[in-house]
C-alpha cells in the first residue's frame, strides 16, 4: 500500500509561483507512477501532469505545459510539482496520486491510492 500526504499550498499572487510537494510512504513508491490531479469547487477533478517510475517520462495537461514541472526523488519517496506564471484558472485542490498502470497516466481512473489534497488559491 501506499499513503501519499500533500503540502505546499497555498495562496498566490497571478504570475507567482508555487511549488508542491508529496511525501509517500511503502517500499514500492519507486515502482508507483506518481500524478497530480486538480479539482475547482462544483467541478470535475482532472489531470495535471505524470511522471513514470521506470524512465521518468512526463506529461503535462495542455492547460500547465510550460508553467508547470513535474519531478520525483524515488530515494527520498517525494514527488513535486513546480508551477510557474500561476493563473486563477489554477486555483483547485491539488492532489497526489499513484498508479501501478503501464499506460493510460491521464484517466483518474487508473490511480488508486491519492494524498488529502492540498488547496492552491491564486488570486488576480
Known amino acids: 500500500q501506499v499513503q501519499l500526504v500533500e503540502s505546499g499550498g497555498g495562496s498566490v499572487q497571478a504570475g507567482g509561483s508555487l511549488r508542491l510537494s508529496c511525501a509517500a510512504s511503502g517500499r514500492t513508491f519507486s515502482r508507483y507512477t506518481m500524478a497530480w490531479f486538480r479539482q475547482a469547487p462544483g467541478k470535475e477533478r482532472e489531470f495535471v501532469a505524470y511522471?513514470?517510475?521506470?524512465?521518468?517520462?512526463?506529461y503535462y495537461a495542455d492547460s500547465v505545459k510550460g508553467r508547470f514541472t513535474i519531478s520525483r526523488d524515488n530515494g527520498k519517496n517525494m514527488v513535486n510539482l513546480q508551477m510557474d506564471s500561476l493563473k486563477s484558472e489554477d486555483t483547485a485542490v491539488y492532489y497526489c496520486?499513484?498508479?501501478?498502470?503501464?499506460?493510460?497516466?491521464?484517466?483518474?481512473?487508473?490511480?488508486?491510492?491519492w494524498g488529502q489534497g492540498t488547496q492552491v488559491t491564486v488570486s488576480s
Open positions: 511522471i513514470t517510475w521506470r524512465s521518468g517520462s512526463t
Open positions: 496520486a499513484a498508479s501501478v498502470a503501464t499506460w493510460d497516466f491521464t484517466n483518474l481512473g487508473i490511480y488508486d491510492y
